[in-house]
T-cell receptor, first 113, second 117 residues
Framework: QKEVEQNSGPLSVPEGAIASLNCTYSDRGSQSFFWYRQYSGKSPELIMFIYSNGDKEDGRFTAQLNKASQYVSLLIRDSQPSDSATYLCAVNLGGGSNYKLTFGKGTLLTVNP | GAVVSQHPSWVICKSGTSVKIECRSLDFQATTMFWYRQFPKQSLMLMATSNEGSKATYEQGVEKDKFLINHASLTLSTLTVTSAHPEDSSFYIC?????????????FGPGTRLTVL
């Protein structure tokens, strides 16, 4: 069964710390990987996407992809209370041309002031 | 850019009635839109893929006669929940993929919260 797994959390970090969010996926042929943030009662908003192995940085966020290990992570540096949300990992499993994304169940992050 | 709107943002209806939800891409064209449902404290579940000018593709277990999808233009898809029942109460969210984008990034609308009494 094609799956996207995330550590369920909740994850609690102090303000200013690095938050590390992890995600594994089942299909080795997957090509596109996304991180979305969802505040309670709101819809997901895109943080970043990554297609190639290695790191991709955007401001305080760094996505890391390791296709051999079927693993993608998101690091949030200098965490702020406003980063408190559920973080969703999404994968186009198998790299299908239908552009469908499979979402993990999400990790709830709490940043304590 | 990449703004997706939904209307209405919330709706309350009586059991047995039908509800239509609109999803619009405001500043881009989208041949493909997606409809998701999210129950409290659960992740997004894809209901169907909506393709402009053709029939929607439904995920396994989703009743196509109950959840009618119409994607009549490159900027508008609608989801109609027919004969709604309390168990259909949920957060319905659409997303759209930019026709001209080289990536398969999906941009989400703000969602529609449906409550069926």
């Amino acid at each position: 069964q094609k799956e996207v797994e995330q550590n369920s959390g909740p994850l609690s970090v102090p303000e200013g710390a690095i938050a590390s969010l992890n995600c594994t996926y089942s299909d080795r042929g997957s090509q596109s990987f996304f991180w979305y943030r969802q505040y309670s009662g709101k819809s997901p908003e895109l943080i970043m996407f990554i297609y190639s192995n290695g790191d991709k940085e955007d401001g305080r966020f760094t996505a890391q992809l390791n296709k051999a290990s079927q693993y993608v992570s998101l690091l949030i540096r200098d965490s702020q209370p406003s980063d408190s949300a559920t973080y969703l990992c999404a994968v186009n499993l198998g790299g299908g041309s239908n552009y469908k994304l499979t979402f993990g169940k999400g990790t709830l992050l709490t940043v304590n002031p | 850019g990449a703004v997706v709107s939904q209307h209405p943002s919330w709706v309350i209806c009586k059991s047995g009635t039908s509800v239509k939800i609109e999803c619009r891409s405001l500043d881009f064209q989208a041949t493909t839109m997606f409809w998701y449902r999210q129950f409290p404290k659960q992740s997004l579940m894809l209901m169907a893929t909506s393709n402009e000018g053709s029939k929607a593709t439904y995920e396994q277990g989703v009743e196509k006669d109950k959840f009618l999808i119409n994607h009549a233009s490159l900027t508008l898809s609608t989801l109609t929940v027919t004969s709604a029942h309390p168990e259909d109460s949920s957060f319905y969210i659409c997303s759209a993929r930019d026709l001209l984008a080289s990536t398969d990034t999906q941009y989400f609308g703000p969602g529609t919260r449906l409550t069926v009494l």
